[in-house]
């Protein structure tokens, strides 16, 4: 897994290849509540994420929605931010958890989402703009 981090942009990005386990997606997912909760990322009200498996599988079972969902809910209730996570993906099993996520999160404001590109996630967060400095970075870690 390779992390690009933009606090500039208020973004934090995952990019997994081949074989991931959830535990890897639940330590990035520990690591964004803690940068929320530490005010580090946060770009007009609220911290934005890309988990992108498009070069990766991820194995993940209902448990680890449980444990997404109780980190969720503490940062909700603690006043802070909450984030934005757009998943890119072409897994139909991934993108049936997240909408388990967002089902399972009961008065929980939950932006989640699965994309099949990057554009697409990037136009969901709002960030089209970087779009080309991010796939040169994307290169950089492919090298």
């Known amino acids: 897994m390779n992390i690009i981090k933009k606090p500039e942009w208020g973004l934090l990005y995952y990019h997994f290849r081949g074989y991931c386990t959830s535990a890897e997606t639940i330590r990035a997912a ?3 509540a803690t940068e929320a909760l530490g005010g580090k990322i946060e770009s007009e009200g609220k911290a934005m994420t890309i988990f992108d498996f498009l070069e990766g599988e991820l194995d993940i079972e209902q448990k ?15 006043g802070k931010v909450t984030s934005h996570a757009a998943i890119l ?14 089902l399972m ?8 989402d699965t994309f099949p590109a990057l554009i ?11 779009e080309q400095e991010l796939k040169e970075l994307l290169g950089s870690l492919r090298k």
């Open 30 to 32: 520990q690591e964004i």
């Open 89 to 102: 993906t072409q897994s139909r099993t991934l993108e049936i958890f997240v909408k388990a996520v967002e």
């Open 105 to 112: 999160s009961f008065n929980v404001p939950t932006k989640i």
């Open 120 to 130: 697409d996630g990037l136009k969901w967060l709002g960030l089209t703009q970087h």
């Open 64 to 78: 680890d929605v449980r444990q997404i969902l109780a980190m969720n809910k503490q940062l909700f209730e603690s």
